[in-house]
């Protein structure tokens, strides 16, 4: 869905000003919510967009809005701008996170509807895209109000049943390593085809030459995650924006709609 994929030409540079980031391996500077990034251009653009991994901040260059940046500023506040309107920016910062989440949900969703072993969930799955798309079209007041942790759980149970009919496509024992602490793991190779990765942390994991098909990867930390020769072909719910944060190579498979990180080698 193109609407979930961000338009940085039509958002008013949301990310680089609403959230905050601290000094560390991700960024070479502290900033807090609400405070415009030093590099950040009166046009709304990143001043040194080209060179952000050289200059410290591989943070900027794995975070995606999943298009939440350009629905909040050509939507929600119909083209007006914090600079030129001053008054919007507290409830426009404010928004903007809850935006992205939403959006989140509706790339999951999404993807779950094109899953024909999901199919005994597609009327269930169709309804809660409905109402969460409907719901990215409220209103600042409306949207700054949501409960996004009670919609995220009922969206979770959903994506929960559809991970479970994917994964039973795939013959023998899974292995089970939601919320699994793999970081550093030496998984090389590793036969992890119709698992659940589910919110592993795999920070700095050799996943090299992994078979990581029909493997449920929703919120699996890849930061490091060495990734070269992996076959992530039909791996369920992975985001561009954990490609983004990992390393692979040429050799490394993944899923049509996603694209391959410059980085990498």
Same mark, same amino acid.
């Given at each position: 869905?193109?609407?979930?994929?961000a338009?940085c030409?039509?958002?008013?540079?949301?990310?680089?000003?609403a959230?905050p980031?601290?000094?560390?391996?991700?960024?070479?500077?502290d900033?807090?919510?609400?405070?415009p990034?030093s590099n950040?251009?009166?046009d709304f653009?990143?001043?040194?967009h080209t060179t952000?991994?050289?200059?410290?901040?591989q943070?900027c260059?794995?975070?995606?809005?999943?298009g939440?940046?350009?629905?909040?500023?050509?939507?929600?506040?119909e083209?007006?701008?914090w600079r030129a309107?001053?008054g919007t920016?507290?409830?426009?910062?404010e928004?903007?996170?809850v935006?992205r989440?939403?959006?989140?949900?509706?790339?999951?969703?999404a993807?779950?509807?094109?899953?024909?072993?999901?199919?005994p969930?597609?009327?269930?799955l169709r309804?809660?895209?409905a109402?969460?798309?409907?719901?990215?079209?409220?209103d600042a007041?409306t949207?700054?109000a949501t409960d996004?942790g009670?919609r995220?759980?009922?969206?979770?149970?959903l994506?929960?049943?559809?991970s479970?009919?994917?994964?039973a496509?795939?013959?023998g024992?899974?292995k089970?390593?939601?919320?699994?602490d793999l970081?550093?793991?030496?998984?090389s190779?590793a036969n992890l085809?119709g698992?659940?990765l @589910?919110g592993?942390y &795999? #920070?700095? =994991? %050799?996943l090299?030459? /992994?078979d !990581? @098909?029909?493997?449920? &990867? #929703?919120? =699996? %930390?890849f930061?490091d /995650?060495? !990734?070269s020769?992996a076959? &992530?072909t039909?791996?369920?719910?992975?985001?561009?924006?954990?490609l983004n944060?990992?390393?692979?190579d040429a050799?490394?498979?993944?899923?049509?709609?996603?694209?391959?990180?410059s980085?990498?080698s």
């Open positions: 869905m193109p609407v979930l994929q338009d030409a039509n958002c008013f540079a949301l990310c680089c000003v959230l980031f601290a000094r560390s391996t991700d960024f070479a500077v900033k807090p919510a609400g405070t990034c950040l251009r009166q653009r990143c001043g040194i952000l991994r050289d200059k410290g901040f943070g260059t794995v975070f995606d809005c999943f939440a940046g350009q629905q909040v500023s050509q939507v929600t506040f083209g007006r701008d309107h001053p920016s507290r409830r426009m910062f928004v903007f996170p935006m989440q939403l959006h989140e949900l509706l790339f999951y969703l993807e779950a509807l094109t899953l024909p072993a999901a199919r969930v597609h009327p269930e309804r809660a895209l109402e969460t798309e409907a719901l990215t079209r409220s007041e949207l700054a996004v009670a995220r759980a009922a969206v979770n149970t994506l929960l049943k559809t479970d009919l994917v994964r496509t795939v013959p024992r899974k089970n390593h939601r919320g699994a970081m550093g793991a030496r998984l190779g085809r698992a659940t @589910r592993a &795999l #920070i700095a =994991a %050799d090299s030459g /992994a !990581l @098909r029909t493997t449920d &990867l #929703i919120g =699996a %930390d930061r /995650a060495n !990734l020769g076959d &992530l039909g791996s369920i719910f992975l985001t561009q924006a954990q944060a990992a390393r692979g050799a490394t498979r993944i899923p049509p709609t996603l694209t391959r990180p980085h990498w």
